[in-house]
């Protein structure tokens, strides 16, 4: 570790994403991330690595396939609109088994939208987006030196697992500054062509061939279980989560990201009053703490879920509460961001009826 | 004498490209039948083939595996 | 006896899944003579398109991917880009490179990818059973233009290599024809250079090879390959577009 820097969330993504080993950057334009390829613009050529403005985002995230395919750490980062566009390349990669990673700082929409923050693109995140059944891990750092810390995760769990990992923020957490700490450099040298890899077939036994496609159904049907059971072991060791005073509560709210950052300082405002309030702040989103939801039912009075959306994390508490208790729900929308106050007034409207 | 033109039979699928490009007539579809129930075409005429490789390059399936040439007859 | 000609090593033991007379063989054998002749074998990926040839590396044994439709270019600047050593080849049709594949086609050549694209033109989307493409001939009648292509509608053939020509950092761009043998050697010559530009490092190449598509023309192979000939070849003419400083 060395020492603080007082940076923007985005130069922290991609400074975080070159420490951890990201060898090649592709991507488009868009508000309000622009600060993360102009970054790596910088940084890349200085290292020697790839950086490359592709002509879309469509072609940015199909040449992230081509790089992923090769086994090269690689990265593109965008924002709502141009993650939708990237849907299809997502759906291609996650039949390949190829690693990626993937930033999307989430601003408002539906359709063109604004650019102010939002967390409207979770289902799309979570549920799929693309076509076909498939899961991407979704990390979803509050801070930004947990943006940092993460950085090197989303690479790590990529690689392990073979998958395409995103990296959910939003405009805010794009925009704002904070002090940080960066991880040590990792040493490139020691990374290896994976035996998978479509680099030529040079001295080994076998040649590679990456496709998504598989045209008999039983064949198809195969590929489809073995993404299902590598999705089973990610379920089984990768759920992250971080519970605040949640040993006695009697009432939790269920946040992440920018939202989990007000939504602490609304536990304390209820717990100045003596309201036992706790924060259950999923950090990946999927895998999803549903256990952990599902165990912390037995204790509370009710859920109450806050997000920058119509209620999306939502549908996963309600799931993991499966009826047991009341989850109630505020959220804004649009690109607006709620105060403490605002939060604490409507988690506070459904307490009274519970005295 | 050994055959100018080597035909992977099983690969041809009597598209009879190569009949009608070869400039001396000697190629014909034949009236065998391979596991596809194609009719592989055959060289009918080695004598007067002269190892043009026109088969060979209009060839869509490489089911023409070879051309040979004669050695010219040392005097 | 001498060989004079033999079966590239680089094709495998898998017969196509073309239909008969289709030239998608011919270009799958000339890509894979000039890789065992250049020795690039070892070192090549190719990445196939959606369309016919969407199954190629089963019929060529080289590492390879698959690309989403039109996404080749894109797909191989990654690969590239990251791992420069690699020959990279991309194999489309006119209905992936031309249509859906234009803006990743466009802004490679923009950008001098040193990769080599194989451009296979038919006129038509072979694969989804013979649908009007962007180079389907004025008053051809397909699938979806059952009275004929009607420039009035939809406009007149779409020329690419003409187009990426004129852009600066292309290295070699050509189109050749593969409906007779003599045009087929001329092919083979055109692709060797193709291969050359990528080889010394000069830029984008790319050779559109003119082609029939006997099963949806509703003709037999031979009548299709006399079509090219006298109909396709006229509005889409042989020859070198674009040949760089460099490019042998």
Not at chain 1, 86 to 100: K, L, R, T
Not at chain 3, 105 to 129: C, D, L, Q, W
């Amino acid at each position: 570790m060395g020492e603080k820097t007082l940076m923007k969330g985005a130069e922290v993504i991609a400074e975080a994403a070159m420490r951890a080993g990201c060898m090649a950057f592709f991507g488009y334009p868009i508000t309000p991330q622009n600060e993360v390829p102009e970054y790596f613009s910088r940084q890349m050529p200085k290292l020697g690595r790839v950086f490359l403005q592709a002509g879309s985002e469509v072609a940015a995230i199909n040449m992230v396939y081509g790089a992923a395919c090769t086994g090269t750490r690689v990265i593109t980062t965008s924002s709502s609109p141009g993650i939708s566009l990237m849907q299809e390349g997502f759906s291609y990669i996650a039949n390949s088994d190829v690693p990626c990673v993937v930033v999307n700082a989430m601003r408002g929409g539906p359709g063109l939208g604004d650019i102010a923050p939002a967390q409207a693109d979770y289902f799309q995140a979570v549920k799929g987006g693309g076509h076909g059944d498939y899961h991407s891990i979704v990390i979803a750092p509050y801070t930004l030196q947990e943006e940092a810390d993460l950085m090197f995760d989303a690479f790590d769990l990529a690689d392990k697992y073979r998958i395409m990992v995103v990296v959910l923020v939003d405009g805010l957490m794009g925009q704002m500054m904070e002090p940080v700490e960066f991880k040590e450099w990792v040493d490139v040298k020691k990374f290896k062509t994976p035996d998978w890899a479509t680099v030529g077939q040079r001295d080994r036994d076998h040649r590679n061939i990456i496709t998504s496609l598989e045209i008999l159904a039983e064949g198809l049907e195969k590929m489809n279980f073995h993404l299902q059971e590598k999705y089973k072991i990610i379920e089984k060791n990768e759920v992250r989560f971080e519970e605040y005073k949640m040993d006695d509560a009697e009432y939790a709210i269920t946040a992440f990201g920018t939202i989990a950052r007000i939504a602490k300082t609304v536990v304390n405002m209820a717990r100045d009053e003596g309201i036992k309030l706790g924060l259950i702040r999923p950090i990946t989103l999927w895998p999803f703490p549903t256990k952990l939801i599902e165990k912390r039912a037995e204790q509370l009075k009710f859920f109450f879920d806050s997000e920058l959306n119509a209620g999306q994390m939502l549908e996963d508490v309600k799931l993991a509460v499966n009826g047991r208790k009341p989850v109630y729900f505020y959220g804004k929308l649009g690109g607006i961001v709620p105060s403490a106050e605002d939060i604490y007034a409507e988690f506070k409207k459904h307490i009274k009826g519970d005295r | 004498m050994e055959k100018k033109v080597l035909v992977n039979e099983e690969r041809c699928k009597s598209c009879g490209l190569c009949v009608a490009v070869c400039p001396k007539h000697v190629l014909k579809i034949s009236e065998k039948l391979n596991s596809k129930g194609y009719h592989p075409v055959e060289l009918f005429d080695n004598e007067n083939c002269i190892s043009c490789g026109f088969c060979y390059l209009i060839c869509p399936d490489a089911s023409i595996i070879e051309i040979r040439r004669p050695e010219p007859v040392k005097r | 006896m001498k060989t004079v000609y033999k079966k590239p090593e680089p094709i495998t033991n898998r017969p196509t899944t073309y239909c008969p007379g289709c030239p998608h063989g011919i270009a799958h054998r000339l890509v894979a003579e000039l890789l065992e002749e250049m020795n690039l074998t070892s070192e090549t990926v190719i990445v196939w398109p959606v369309g016919c040839s969407v199954f190629g590396y089963y019929f060529i044994g080289t590492d390879a991917v698959e690309a989403a439709h039109g996404r080749a270019c894109a797909m191989a600047t990654g690969m590239k880009r990251t791992h420069p050593e690699s020959f990279v080849i991309t194999y489309q049709g006119d209905g992936d490179l031309a249509s859906i594949g234009i803006a990743e086609t466009v802004h490679a050549a923009v950008r001098g990818e040193k990769i080599t694209v194989v451009y296979v033109n038919n006129g038509n989307y072979g694969m989804t059973g013979g649908q009007m493409a962007p180079t389907t001939l004025i008053g051809q009648k397909t699938t979806t233009s059952p009275y004929g292509r009607d420039p009035k509608l939809t406009g007149f053939p779409m020329h690419v290599p003409e187009m990426l020509a004129t852009l600066e950092a292309t290295a070699y761009i050509a189109r050749a024809s593969l409906d007779s043998p003599q045009h087929i050697i001329q092919a083979k010559k055109f692709l060797k250079k193709a291969f050359n530009a990528q080889v010394n490092g000069i830029g984008f190449s790319l050779v559109e090879m003119i082609s029939s598509c006997p099963t949806n023309w509703k003709m037999t192979p031979v009548a299709a390959m006399e079509r090219i000939r006298n109909e396709v070849l006229p509005v889409f003419p042989i020859g070198e577009f674009k040949v760089a400083e460099g490019v042998e």
